[in-house]
């Protein structure tokens, strides 16, 4: 079955850490580039960061460059987002999601997963 | 950053009836790099429309897109009474990628 499954939300203290993984399944993971994208309570969708097929060009949002850090692991089909000082602006669904085309394609995508919540709370 | 101002931001409808979307850009999308998802809360978003007016897999003909400049559309010719959910638009012609704000669509 072709499906992305986002785990490793919870509620966290401000300045704590978090990692976020995407489990990946039915199609060829280690072929498409991957990107994370939040959706804050009431906002619009936000894009998050990209990392390339092979894990070795990565870019973010202007807003969490430095404390967020996007990884993945092609024999494990996996993604990750590791998450560094939470802050209060972090709480959010956030979203794994595929590019349409393997290789450089272009970004946008074809498969989400129902996302993973991150509650930021004292 | 290129901005994408969706209207309206809630649309009343009746299922049977015809909806149109818009999605403003705050400048030119090269190539109509534009693509538009179906949300359902707690679900994945689906793509609907890529290239402004390209059909993803598996999506039913009643979903059309079109460009004119900067203004894009997106026209579900019937509505279905699964077709009450919030829509968004995203530009993926430049970094940072960006979505607009959404459309409800409500009975």
């Known amino acids: 079955q072709v499906q992305l499954v986002e785990s490793g939300g919870g509620v966290v203290q401000p300045g704590r850490s978090l990692r976020l993984s995407c489990a990946a399944s039915g199609f060829t993971f280690s072929s498409y580039g991957m990107h994370w994208v939040r959706q804050a309570p009431g906002r619009e969708l936000e894009w998050v960061a990209v990392?390339?097929?092979?894990?070795?060009?990565?870019y973010y949002a202007d807003s969490v460059k430095g404390r967020f850090t996007i990884s993945r692991d092609n024999s494990k089909n996996t993604l990750y987002l590791q998450i560094n000082s939470l802050r209060d602006e972090d709480t959010a669904v956030f979203h794994c999601?595929?590019?349409?085309?393997?290789?450089?394609?272009?970004?946008?995508?074809?498969?989400w997963g129902r996302g993973t919540v991150v509650t930021v709370s004292s | 950053e290129i901005v994408l101002t969706q209207s309206p931001g809630t649309l009343s409808l009746s299922p049977g009836e015809r909806a149109t979307l818009s999605c403003r850009a705050s400048q030119s999308l090269r190539g109509n790099s534009l693509a538009w998802y179906q949300h359902k809360s707690g679900q994945a978003p689906r793509l609907l429309i890529f290239?402004?007016?390209n059909r993803a897999t598996g999506i039913p003909d009643r979903f059309s897109g079109s460009a004119s400049g900067t203004d894009f559309t997106l026209t579900i010719s019937r509505l279905e009474p699964e077709d009450f959910v919030v829509y968004y638009c995203q530009q993926y012609v430049a970094s940072p990628i960006s979505f607009g704000q959404g459309t409800r669509l409500e009975i």
């Open positions: 999601a595929k590019e349409i085309s393997p290789l450089a394609g272009a970004w946008y995508f074809d498969l």
């Open positions: 990392i390339s097929h092979d894990g070795h060009t990565a």
């Open positions: 290239g402004a007016s």
